[in-house]
């Protein structure tokens, strides 16, 4: 076994002698099943056996290399090399252990993990101001297992704040759990949308104030969820049009409200969402592809004094001119990442739980967007490396239960 820098792999857990199974990204697309350190629990903590793990496009640009959460002080990416990474952030498991201080939790839970570490589970006396106002996501200390640095899903076992462990009361399934951290990606980012000073606003008492067209460029697991959270939580009644070139994802997007779905490759995105909108555009644009191409077309999307939630990550090779056209529309742009938010009176994050509850009251269908199962690690590889371009992919999991 290669040399692995152990407080990336263990996080605030103790080591003993014992050893688990992880799969560890040790240089750009290079993942390879090892024993590491097994965690054991501190006062506070919980040990966590892990059930499930969702593959998100974040963990597919951190093993091809297109990105690196994993930074030094100064902000520096640290080079895998010198501190390989264990992936896996949409986590589900049951508890295999607790901390002395630990009273609500108790061996053979079944909980979703919040993977980010802010004041409130790092148990600190003074708040950062992030914390204090409910943007706990943006913690001065923030820190989060399987994307910057920390050890993630992808393993036997974690070990992570008791607060961080949200419990699933009903008989939802692990696989279906997994999918409670995307979701409350999407239901942060259109709270920061609705708390946006902002011309137009979804559901408007003034008719000239409403957003009355939007338009979801991208129909992947987060496109679909947006879809779903518009039509049967928010009460979207208006136009909404979706855009994907995979027809299998469009087919998704209209079983869940959207008025049409486009294949921008295959017509004009701009004339059809022009059709659907009288000539004028949406007033509500959420860029959830990150592909860059579609910045060219934002433009002649949108109305002037649009909202443009920018939710996508990549956009790669573009030039960034392509903004000027949109700054001229004076578009309120929000970027929103991560699904935290304020706490519970039990110090828990709220937004996890009201994901949790939106799945488990099916008022959001994940189901359908899961087509790839997993029961290894030893498949995350080819699910990062192929899988995930294939044509039938919308989502997978990884599944130990």
């Known amino acids: 076994m290669s040399a692995v820098n152990s407080s990336s792999l263990t996080g605030s857990a103790a080591l003993l002698g014992e050893t688990m199974k992880a799969i560890v990204l040790s240089g750009v697309r290079r993942l390879e099943v090892r024993d ?3 965690p054991t629990v501190s006062s506070h903590e919980v040990l966590v056996r892990i059930a499930s793990v969702g593959l998100c496009g974040t963990d597919a640009h951190i093993f091809a290399g297109h990105a690196n959460y994993n930074t030094n002080n100064l902000g520096h990416p640290i080079a895998l090399e010198l501190q390989p990474q264990i992936l896996g952030h949409e986590i589900t498991g049951i508890v295999d252990g607790v901390g002395s201080e630990v009273h609500d939790l108790v061996r053979g839970d079944r909980v979703v993990i919040d993977q980010g570490l802010n004041c409130v589970s790092r148990r600190r006396e003074l708040l950062c101001e992030y914390c204090r106002t409910g943007d706990s996501h943006q913690c001065e200390f923030y820190r989060e297992h399987g994307i ?7 393993a036997d076992y974690l070990a992570v704040p008791a607060v961080n462990a949200i419990k699933i009361e009903s008989d939802l399934d692990f696989i279906s759990a997994a999918l409670v951290e995307p979701l409350g990606c999407v239901i942060h980012s259109s709270d920061s949308v ?3 000073r902002s011309r137009f606003s979804l559901n408007a008492d003034n008719s000239d104030r409403r957003v009355r067209g939007v338009l979801i460029c991208g129909a992947g697991p987060a496109g679909l969820l947006f879809t779903q959270y ?3 939580v928010l009460g979207y009644e208006g136009t909404l049009i979706v855009t994907d070139p995979n027809e299998r994802k469009r087919a998704l997007a209209r079983r869940f409200g959207a008025t049409d779905a486009i294949d921008a490759t295959d017509s004009d995105l701009v004339e059809g969402v022009r059709e659907h909108t009288g000539g004028k555009g949406v007033e509500y644009l959420i860029e959830a592809s990150g592909s860059g191409v579609i ?3 934002i433009p002649g999307l949108i109305r002037k004094q649009a909202t443009v939630l920018m939710y996508g990550h990549g956009h790669s090779g573009n030039d960034l001119s392509l903004l000027n056209n949109i700054f001229f529309k004076e578009p309120a742009l929000v970027a929103a990442v991560g699904a935290s938010g304020g706490f519970g009176v039990d110090g828990r994050p709220s937004i996890y739980s009201r994901s949790l509850k939106l799945i488990e009251q099916k008022k959001i ?5 899961i087509t790839h199962r997993y029961t290894t690690l030893t498949e995350v590889e080819s699910a990062l490396a192929s899988d995930m371009k294939s044509h039938d992919y919308v989502k997978g999991v990884v599944s130990f239960s």
């Open 194 to 196: 609705a708390n946006t």
């Open 230 to 232: 518009l039509r049967a």
């Open 148 to 154: 910057t640095g920390l050890p993630g899903g992808l």
């Open 36 to 38: 590491v350190p097994r």
């Open 365 to 369: 269908s994940v189901e359908a967007l």
């Open 295 to 297: 910045f060219a077309s």
